[in-house]
């Protein structure tokens, strides 16, 4: 059953007499419990999205469905109290600098006029839930980014929101913080079966926790499908350059040619294999390995490499074959690596 359904969804701005198209014709279905990601690079739209989905941003065309309630229809009076089903957190937290902890949980509970010691009850009750209970009197100046944004997840879900929007909430944390709060989000979804959409411009945040993905590109819905669909085997170019991220290096060199590139993606049952070892004993060839790395996609080890092939158009095509008769994914790679 679909919790969000986003039918044709464009959305335009006027700027300085020009009409700018932030997303266009964009459909969407995200499941009632999923961890649906959405991702694409600086510009893409995103966040005018995840904006729409609660009607913060009006769309100018096309509808958004929250459980089957098309928000176009309803009051002013009606959608607050429909917002107040759908908690969002942020980049850059959006805490209040002159209250504790357990205000800024608090804050969303009095404004809807729950009495001072009920919203603290339930308020200390989502800081132990995010493991900050010892921090309920501190302010957000004397935290750090992982605690701040331990204090707006549990602020998010003070009004016990059906869904959670998270709009680049891990961008501005550091790897292992980022890692802390995506386990935190996995764990509030098991444990109290919420609706996540990740808006990131980051594939491994993609990849570590969501279902599903959808890939956004100059406004337009370029590919979406499992995480795992996705990742092995990338149809458009936005979604290669995200799951390739060329922003990483892994060279001491700005790029390695090669007369063929190859990207090989590694399962469970064929991480084990001397793959490349294989290769080079069957064909009496060098194989060079570019690229390798691997990545948790959906609590699951996932290798892959970008192999340089050699000249020999012949061998090139019957190494490919080869690859792809042990059970590998294989597909090409245009740009340097």
Known sequence: MSEIEIKNLTKRFEVKGLTVTALDNISL????GDIFGIIGMSGAGKS???RSINF?????????????????TLSDKELRRKRSEI???????NLLEQKSSID?????????????KEALKKARELL??????????VFPSQLSGGPKQRVAIARALATTPMILLCD??????????TESILSLLKEINEKFHITIVIITHQMSVVTQICKKVAIIDNGVLVEQGTVDEVFESPKT????????DRKVRYLPVESLDSARKIRIVFHENSSYEPVIANLILRFQTPVNILRADTRNVGGKARGEMILGLPESETLQEEIINSLRETGLTVSEVEEDV
């Open 128 to 137: 132990a839930t995010v493991n900050l209970s010892e921090k309920e009197k």
């Open 48 to 50: 005018t999205l995840v």
């Open 168 to 177: 680049e909430a891990t961008s501005a944390l550091d790897p292992q913080t």
């Open 237 to 244: 170019d936005a979604a290669k350059e995200l799951i390739l």
């Open 56 to 72: 913060l941003e009006r769309p100018t065309d096309g509808q958004i469905f929250i459980d089957g309630v098309d928000l176009a």
């Open 104 to 116: 800024n949980v608090c804050f969303p509970l009095q404004l809807a006029g729950k009495k001072r």
């Open 87 to 93: 908690g969002m957190i942020f980049q850059n937290f």
């Open 29 to 32: 279905s995200i499941d009632k």
